[in-house]
T-cell receptor, first 112, second 112 residues
Framework: EAQVTQNPRYLITVTGKKLTVTCSQNMNHEYMSWYRQDPGLGLRQIYYSMNVEVTDKGDVPEGYKVSRKEKRNFPLILESPSPNQTSLYFC???????????FGPGTRLTVL | QKEVEQDPGPLSVPEGAIVSLNCTYSNSAFQYFMWYRQYSRKGPELLMYTYSSGNKEDGRFTAQVDKSSKYISLFIRDSQPSDSATYLCAMSASGTASKLTFGTGTRLQVTL
């Protein structure tokens, strides 16, 4: 089954404790992205990747890092999480520039 | 001012009604226009995709783009309770199609 998986689905952590949210897709897609979704602000792109070792900033990259060492994986790293990073995070992938984008199930992160 | 504006709703309609959802945008470089549907506690899923101006129909759904007015619409005919969800518009500029800008979403409730 074609899918995008994210782990963990739920996470409560404390300020400053480094964390990683994993994202993996099994569709051999080149393009992958991370979004955060907040009430009243909608979905905002954090980072995206056009291929292995090629990443670029989206609209809200501050406080986040990504890496794309393998085509299937695109982890999101929060080196020093802060409460304003409490949000619902989605990973997404697609084959090409204008193909259907598949979203993962979301990771609800709370930073205390 | 946000690049993409979307009425958050909620919009409540009776079953069978025609629903009109809209977004306006300010970036004249946007060329790719998409509509996503997001059910509660799920990731968004692509409904319709349109390049540049014009109409596109898929079953009960019709997407319209008016670039001269910077206005896009999604029409749902014969609405069903299963259409109850949040609808997000998204768009990107030619050449930077990996960077998507989303509207905040309109919550739709179709009642029996």
């Amino acid at each position: 089954e074609a899918q995008v998986t994210q782990n963990p689905r739920y996470l409560i952590t404390v300020t400053g404790k480094k964390l990683t949210v994993t994202c993996s897709q099994n569709m051999n897609h080149e393009y992958m992205s991370w979004y955060r979704q907040d009430p009243g602000l909608g979905l905002r792109q954090i980072y995206y990747s056009m291929n292995v070792e090629v990443t670029d900033k989206g609209d809200v990259p501050e406080g986040y890092k990504v890496s794309r060492k393998e085509k299937r994986n695109f982890p999101l790293i929060l080196e020093s999480p802060s409460p304003n990073q409490t949000s619902l995070y989605f990973c997404a992938s697609r084959l090409g520039l204008v193909d259907t984008q598949y979203f993962g199930p979301g990771t609800r992160l709370t930073v205390l | 001012q946000k690049e993409v504006e979307q009425d958050p709703g909620p919009l409540s309609v009776p079953e069978g009604a025609i629903v009109s959802l809209n977004c306006t945008y300010s970036n004249s470089a946007f060329q790719y226009f998409m509509w996503y549907r997001q059910y509660s506690r799920k990731g968004p899923e692509l409904l319709m995709y349109t390049y540049s101006s014009g109409n596109k129909e898929d079953g009960r759904f019709t997407a319209q783009v008016d670039k001269s007015s910077k206005y896009i619409s999604l029409f749902i005919r014969d609405s069903q309770p299963s259409d109850s969800a949040t609808y997000l518009c998204a768009m990107s500029a030619s050449g930077t199609a990996s960077k998507l800008t989303f509207g905040t979403g309109t919550r739709l409730q179709v009642t029996l």
